[in-house]
């Protein structure tokens, strides 16, 4: 980390839905532009918590985010869209009744009436597939194609900070590698993107830097390298096989 | 028999519609059922009517009715205000009432679906606080929009209407086409689609989603306002008016499926000229039974209505 200030930041973040309960303990954590960060940690960690917090839709309770030089922490969640943090839930994360082109077109509200065709042709040039099925309901496109929707419509507003909650949850092998092909060539544009991942495998491959996290608090960080030769990854993911030099997907 | 129940029915069933309208539009954004919807239609008239009187007292040439109406500018200046009003009523409803049930949804709908029930025992409660409002409030005496009497035209097929029904009858029409103009073909349509399909997402996607929730009742609760008004001209002005016509209401929104609204405007036709038929074919006592036959009908052969997508 330079001594500038991170593009996006969060410092000692504790969040959690209404019951008052926190599940995000005091994280400290940024992402610079262009830069792709991996948050990992077992089930109940807080991750998708954390990335939720950072898009507005679950309340933090202190702590402070930071994003482009200001503090987004009371912002609301459209607020926080229409400064340039776009999200991708995990699940339900398109209009399933809407075309392929109205998702799109709803994300591109936001815009001025002359960039939303620009905006809009640029993302079926970035997904190809989505351009060809523009009139099918999304409700009706396969998981792999959904995600891409999903990240596509995300992409519609030019995001400097692009939130994924584990964007490969129920995707084959195969769709998750080309998602993820797509996240590396999204990062070369200059966005800064922050991954939830349970596939620490396929993240750590492609990720800049990791977060660990464990109970609500950061427990580790550092390179996708590094964490991926750590013995005690082995232990905190028990069961999921983190191995030295695993063999991931190509940048 | 005379074809003069499809005319009289078309205009019972274009007040029913657009009130419809406000409750189709309240269970597919807020997902509940708002039973204080008929206030809106009472309200809608009342507020009307004082308008109108105040205003034709203040400049008496605006009370002179407009021939061949029976009535003058003062009541059609006060139908648009009073429009604006309930609009606003329903929104300072929502605020202080509906509003703090609701939890912000971060999940899709599960944030959103414990408040329905309570929503509903509300919108009970603010019916009758609203409709004891108004008795308290205006004193107990004749109240019509207008007391001229017209002379009916022959139409085609020996059918009468007078001039006002007409007119009501095209300004039904008007405002049908400019709303669903408006649900298809703009911004604020396509987020209310969405915000209906998905709240956390429409967050998600930049869209304000209160905001929409403000203009839906605004919407729903000026329309409503406008059948008050278009009941008010053709009957005698009462606190129970809207009260009365809320199982119609409910049966044109279930027939039509709920959350369709040109399926809550075809639905309020069709309810209205089943009333009629019935009223010409057995006579009216059986009109209340209508209603009730199209929802039992509706919730036993054809759950999701004529138009409803299936939840």
């Known amino acids: 980390m330079n001594d500038a200030a991170p593009f996006a930041a969060v410092y000692d973040l504790v969040a959690g839905y209404d019951s008052g309960v926190p599940i995000v303990k005091g994280v400290t954590m940024h992402v610079n532009r262009g830069e792709l960060v991996a948050v990992l940690g077992p089930n109940g960690a807080g991750k998708s918590t954390l990335i939720k917090a950072i898009a507005g839709l679950v309340p933090a309770t202190s702590g402070c985010i930071r994003y482009d030089g200001t503090d987004i922490s009371a912002q609301p969640a459209h607020l926080r869209v229409r400064n340039g943090v776009a999200f991708v839930p995990q699940t339900e994360n398109v209009f399933a009744t809407l075309s392929v082109s109205d998702n799109l077109k709803i994300a591109a509200q936001i815009l001025t009436a002359t960039e939303r065709a620009a905006h809009i042709a640029r993302a079926y040039e970035l997904f190809p597939d989505l351009s060809r099925q523009r009139g099918l309901a999304a409700g009706r496109l396969s998981g792999g194609q959904r995600q891409m929707l999903a990240v596509a419509r995300a992409l519609v507003i030019s995001p400097g900070l692009l939130l994924l909650d584990e964007p490969s949850a129920g995707l084959s092998p195969k769709a998750t590698a080309e998602l993820f092909r797509t996240l590396v060539r999204i990062r070369k544009t200059g966005v800064g993107i922050l991954l939830v991942e349970q596939n620490v495998r396929a993240a750590l491959s492609v990720a800049d830097r990791a977060y660990v996290l464990v109970e609500g608090r950061n427990r580790r960080e550092g390179s996708g390298g590094d964490l991926a030769a750590d013995p005690e990854m082995g232990a905190l993911f028990l069961g999921l096989g983190v191995r030295a030099a695993a063999p991931g997907v190509p940048a | ?311």
């Open chain 2, 1 to 311: 028999m005379s074809l003069q129940f499809l005319a009289d029915g078309m205009i019972a069933g274009a007040t029913i519609g657009l009130g419809a309208v406000g409750i189709t539009l309240t269970y597919s954004i807020l997902r509940f059922a708002n039973f204080a919807q008929g206030e809106f239609i009472t309200w809608g008239c009342y507020v009307t009517w004082l308008l109108a009187a105040a205003a034709g007292a203040w400049l008496p040439w605006s009370a002179q009715a407009i021939d061949p109406l029976s009535v003058g500018l003062n009541v059609i200046f006060a139908a648009l205000v009073a429009m604006l009003l309930t609009g606003l009523l329903a929104i300072a409803l929502d605020a202080v009432l509906f509003r703090p049930l609701r939890t912000a949804g971060t999940t899709a709908s599960a944030a959103w679906a414990p408040a329905s029930v309570s929503a509903v025992i509300a919108s009970f409660g603010a019916s009758m606080a609203l409709r004891a409002l108004i008795e308290a409030a205006v004193p107990a005496r004749q109240a019509y929009l207008s007391t001229e009497l017209q002379i009916a035209i022959p139409l085609l097929g020996g059918v009468r209407l007078t001039p006002d029904q007409i007119l009501l009858l095209a300004v039904a029409v008007v405002l049908a086409v400019a709303l669903q103009i408006m649900l298809t073909r703009t911004s604020l349509g396509r987020s209310m689609r969405a915000v209906s399909e998905n709240p956390a997402l429409a967050r998600v996607v930049g869209i304000d989603v209160s905001q929409v929730i403000r203009l839906t009742w605004f919407i729903g609760a000026a329309l409503a306002c406008a059948a008050g008004v278009m009941l008010g001209l053709v009957v005698q002005i009462r606190p129970s008016m809207g009260a009365e016509l809320l199982l119609p209401l409910f049966a044109a929104a279930l027939l039509g499926g709920v959350g369709s609204v040109p399926g809550a405007l075809i639905g309020g036709l069709l309810v209205g000229v089943a009333e009629a038929a019935t009223v010409q074919l057995l006579g009216a006592q059986w009109r209340a039974a209508v209603a009730f036959l199209v929802v039992i009908g509706v919730l036993l052969l054809r759950p999701s209505g004529l138009f409803g997508r299936a939840h």
